[in-house]
């Protein structure tokens, strides 16, 4: 990359600015002993980035029997119940190393900041964090039809801070999520393990590792 040529930056939030990927996991696994079986560790990775009801299928997978439609609704909502109790005690303390430095450093640029989460409860969680403020657009998961991997809801962050996705950075640490960015257009930055990343356009340990003025005029 020559000179900075993005104008704008959406983020993925589990994972990428909140410590809560072992949240959710800790809460599929509750519900996973009490349905009397176990899930493996892998399902951590398996789950990141995918919605709430198609996580519910992985984690099934290692079920002992089958679930009907409204068991699984059930389940699912228990899950939550479960996850929500983990989210109370988040402070700002929970923020993933340099998200809270890279939102100021943006924000002071001038650049618009979009959120794009798969989950139902990133406004309590960037309240919680007491990073609210520092997004110009969250993508509401409840509106989004089709999940991650399709590039809808990387889309409609683009359009709702008003910047082309060709001029957007996209930051994700799922597969999945990755896959969202590259098909909506974005650069891709993955976050995380490389490995698992492959189909990013870089990817970091943490955001602390990446240099902003690479990517944006600061
Ligand atoms: P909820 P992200 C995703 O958030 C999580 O990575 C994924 O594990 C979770 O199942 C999904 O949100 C739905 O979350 O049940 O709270 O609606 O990484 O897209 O920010
Ligand atoms: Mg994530």
Not at 166 to 180: I, K, L, R
Not at 183 to 200: H, V
């Amino acid at each position: 990359m020559t000179e900075p040529r993005f104008t704008g930056a959406v983020f993925d939030l589990d994972g990428v600015i909140a410590d809560t990927a072992r949240f959710h996991f800790l809460a599929w696994q509750r519900l996973a002993l009490e349905e009397g079986f176990d899930i493996p560790h892998e399902v951590d990775d398996r789950v990141k980035g995918v919605d709430r009801m198609a996580s519910l299928r992985i984690v099934l997978e290692y079920a002992d029997r089958q679930y009907s439609a409204p068991e699984q609704e059930a389940l699912a909502a228990r899950k939550n119940g479960y996850y929500v109790d983990l989210i109370a005690s988040l402070t700002p303390a929970d923020m993933l190393p340099g998200a809270g430095e890279v939102l100021r450093t943006l924000r002071a640029a001038g650049i618009p900041i979009g959120l794009a989460s798969a989950s139902k409860n990133a406004l309590p969680v960037l309240k919680a964090l007491g990073v609210l403020d520092e997004f110009d657009f969250v993508v509401d998961a409840a509106t989004v039809t089709n999940g991650k991997p399709d590039p809808e809801i990387f889309l409609k962050a683009a359009v709702g801070i008003g910047i082309a996705p060709a001029n957007c950075v996209g930051f994700e640490d799922a597969p999945a999520g990755v896959t969202s960015i590259r098909q909506a257009g974005m650069y891709a930055i993955g976050i995380g393990n490389a490995e698992l990343l492959r189909e990013a356009d870089e990817v970091f340990p943490t955001l602390a590792d990446v240099s902003l003025a690479r990517y944006f005029k600061l």
